[in-house]
């Protein structure tokens, strides 16, 4: 996939706002310099980030390693061993867990990573066998995310491959797909199949989690094309699925170049026969003559054009703006400052005790307005913690209905798999409720804030017009000093509905990761309660078996509700705290920014007065020596 076109305009970029940071420094206006920082350094470390999502046995870990040309990671069907993966670029191949409890990840062999990512299989009915499973699932549990760093051509122009357990994965643990992978990537490939196409879990997947959460920018890739046997049931299944994709998708979603038909083994073994591996003979049966074949290739070339062209050009225009941003107020301030520069040292003086009244003022009604933010939003923590008890309850009543569906022939895990499904899907609404209702919160009382903010920039710049009765240039930059610490300021810290939610469910050490890592990883996980299902029916404990399974419910999600109050308040009140902080302290910075530099304007003006006046004494020093000098020549020129 080539991506080095857009690199070099992502460097041309770079170059062009470093020459503006060096502006902003020469200048002494820090903040606007440290923004420029910001923006260089999300131009450095923003790779794209591709996520693969779909079913079990739909062979997305062979999908993955034919994309990246070479076997990376380990190919299971079974949903109980699968964990994010996440593929990145390095000189070397090396392997690390992070683990949700630990701050540093492990450093793993490739042998390690593989026993620990996909261990063997239970037996029930043997006790030694499912006690290991449960051992290694309750290990699995623990892990966040697995990273793995390899050379390769795929990700070399920065892009970062995400491989996601199985969307039908119930394990509430790794419900941090849904809030923090799928929200951060910038394309997704939802793996189908071409023997299952589209199924009715598929379906409600890509309506709840992709479209669901606002995510178009979406590859839908059927995989086993090879086990289609004429080029008519191939176009059969493409024909199938984008005639059912059409009646989910949105009418502005477009299929064009958006559906792929692969052959994922082929690839896989195509790439490793040209890279020199030896291949089985049954491998070499299923060489294909040429990639193309495969399909991939025209993959990857869409793919590499939307990345580059669509996501990527968006991504630049975004730094390029902020970039103007930053130039139209640091432009504004120097029209200002160039004026004020044309009264004397005195005078500025005089009217700089006035605006240092009015710099005060500032700060205190910005204090008064964030802190009626603080007191609004804090209000509504008593309403979560309400919304979370109930949501536990709603969960245990959930999982007590799904007791009443099992069969007693059925095993301890198909049990299990009943019980969660319905727990889980109680709480992926809990969920979604509550995120959205934060983010209405938010809104709302940010947007009520900003608009207050606003009249205070307006109030400083009619105080700098009236004090210093500045020319029409300024009147020309009005706006700029609203624009650049009023609402770009806004935007940065303001902008909540759409700031304050995507960063927390997308950033790891976002919020929504500190909530699926803390809240979900208080909750039962799989292993646990599989463990203690299988308890129950292997000392011939079978009498009243389901009371007992009511029961052991009933124990497992008592605390759910009590969970999630402490969390998501906790959580809460966290964000509502950094924020009213950064509000704070974006207005401090900004006024006191704008004092330093009408202090800079009189010290550098009564350093030329001074100079001046300097000057003005020296010449009349040497106007006297000169007349003296001629007097002195007068007297004897006779």
Request: proline share 2%; with cysteine.
């Amino acid at each position: 996939m080539k991506l080095q076109l857009y690199k070099d305009k992502v460097q041309y970029t770079y170059n062009e706002i470093e020459h503006l940071q060096n502006i902003c420094k020469s200048l002494q206006m820090l903040h606007a310099a440290q923004k420029t920082k910001d923006i260089l350094t999300r131009l450095e470390s923003a790779p794209f980030h591709l996520l693969i999502v779909g079913e079990f046995s739909r062979g997305k870990s062979t999908f993955v390693n034919a994309l990246l040309g070479r076997k990376i990671l380990p190919a299971s069907k079974n949903p109980t061993t699968a964990i994010i993966s996440k593929i990145v670029y390095g000189e070397k191949p090396d392997y690390h867990i992070c683990y949700r409890e630990e701050s540093e990840p492990r450093h793993l062999s490739e042998s390690e990573f593989i026993k620990l990512t996909a261990p063997k299989e239970p037996d029930e009915g043997d006790a030694a066998s499912m006690q290991e499973y449960i051992r290694a699932q309750e290990e699995l549990d623990k892990i966040d995310f697995a990273q793995i760093t390899y050379p390769l051509p795929f990700c070399q122009n920065g892009v970062e491959v995400v491989d996601t357990p199985g969307t039908n994965d119930l394990n509430t643990v790794r419900l941090d797909i849904t809030y923090g992978y799928l929200a951060q990537a910038d394309a997704v490939v939802l793996l189908l199949s071409a023997t299952q196409p589209l199924s009715a879990s598929e379906a409600e997947f890509l309506r709840e989690r992709i479209l669901g959460n606002q995510i178009q920018d979406i590859f839908f890739v059927i995989s086993r094309k090879d086990e289609l046997d004429t080029q008519e049931q191939e176009q059969s299944v493409i024909d199938f699925i984008s005639e059912n994709l059409r009646k989910i998708l949105p009418k502005e979603v477009s299929l064009k170049n958006r559906i792929f038909l692969v052959a994922s083994r082929g690839a896989l073994i195509y790439h490793i026969n040209e890279q020199g591996g030896k291949l089985t003979m049954k491998q070499e049966m299923e060489l294909p003559d040429d990639l193309s074949e495969t399909g991939f290739p025209a993959f990857e070339e869409a793919l590499g054009h939307f990345l580059a062209e669509e996501k990527g050009m968006v991504r630049l225009r975004k730094h390029r703006r902020e970039a103007l941003a930053i130039i139209r107020t640091v432009q504004g301030d120097l029209s200002r400052n160039i004026a004020i520069a044309a009264h004397s040292a005195d005078e500025i003086k005089g009217k700089a005790a006035d605006m240092q009244g009015r710099f005060r003022q500032a700060k205190e009604r910005a204090e008064k307005i964030v802190s009626a933010m603080r007191v609004s939003l804090d209000s509504e923590a008593s309403k979560i913690e309400l919304k979370c008890h109930q949501a536990g309850a709603d969960i245990i009543s959930a999982a007590r209905g799904a007791v009443e569906t099992l069969e007693r022939d059925m095993s301890a895990s198909v049990m299990q798999q009943i019980i969660q499904q319905a727990a889980t899907t109680k709480k992926k609404q809990f969920m979604d409720g509550m995120l959205k209702d934060w983010q209405t919160v938010f809104g709302l009382e940010t947007r009520e804030a900003r608009k207050k903010l606003t009249t205070i920039w307006q109030d400083i710049e009619v105080a700098y017009q009236s004090n210093f009765n500045l020319p029409a240039v300024i009147e020309e930059e009005k706006n700029l000093a609203i624009d650049g610490a009023g609402k770009a300021f806004a935007d940065e810290a303001f902008d909540v509905a759409d700031v304050f939610f995507r960063d927390m469910v997308s950033s790891r050490k976002s919020v929504g990761d500190r909530i699926a890592s803390g809240v979900l990883g208080t909750l039962a996980s799989t292993a646990g309660v599989v463990s203690k299902l299988w308890g129950l029916f292997s000392g011939g404990q079978q009498d009243d078996w389901r009371g007992r399974i009511r029961s052991q419910v009933a124990s497992t999600y008592s605390n759910e509700g009590e969970h999630f109050a402490k969390a998501f308040t906790q959580q809460y009140l966290a964000r509502v705290e950094e924020l009213c902080r950064q509000v704070q302290e974006s207005v401090d910075v900004r006024i006191g920014e704008m004092e330093a530099q009408l202090q800079n304007i009189i010290k550098e003006k009564e350093a030329r007065e001074q100079e001046a006046q300097a000057r003005q004494a020296m010449l009349k020093e040497k106007q006297a020596e000169l007349r003296a000098l001629a007097r002195e020549l007068e007297s004897q020129a006779y």
